[in-house]
Nanobody
Framework: VQLVESGGGLVQPGGSLRLSCAAS????????MRWYRQAPGKERELVAI???????DYADSVKGRFTISRDNAKNTMYLRMNSLKPEDTAVYYC?????WGRGTQVTVSS
């Protein structure tokens, strides 16, 4: 089982990024998938979840700015992040089945 995140980087406040999480080793379409993030000195927090049937939910702090999606044909999950704020700076992790990815750094700074 492997999850690999990509798409992080440095972006100015108000900017956008799209994160990807490529999954392998399990039947991706059958499982709920999640994005988490962890900022320096803080606990890891749930950002968004997409169920196997496509239902979605978000942390209050990102509602209306972030969109989670999945492409079961590509075994990939996405997180579109718009209107980014400095407080969105964190390492973003994907989680699914029983596995965590290694994370991708998102830094929002001018």
């Amino acid at each position: 089982v492997q999850l690999v995140e990509s798409g992080g980087g440095l972006v100015q406040p108000g900017g956008s990024l799209r994160l990807s999480c490529a999954a392998s080793g399990f039947t991706f379409r059958l499982y709920d998938m999640r994005w988490y993030r962890q900022a320096p000195g803080k606990e890891r927090e749930l950002v968004a979840i997409i169920t196997s049937s496509g239902d979605r939910d978000y942390a209050d702090s990102v509602k209306g700015r972030f969109t989670i999606s999945r492409d079961n044909a590509k075994n990939t999950m996405y997180l579109r992040m718009n209107s980014l704020k400095p407080e969105d700076t964190a390492v973003y992790y994907c989680y699914g089945f029983v596995a965590w990815g290694r994370g991708t750094q998102v830094t929002v700074s001018s």
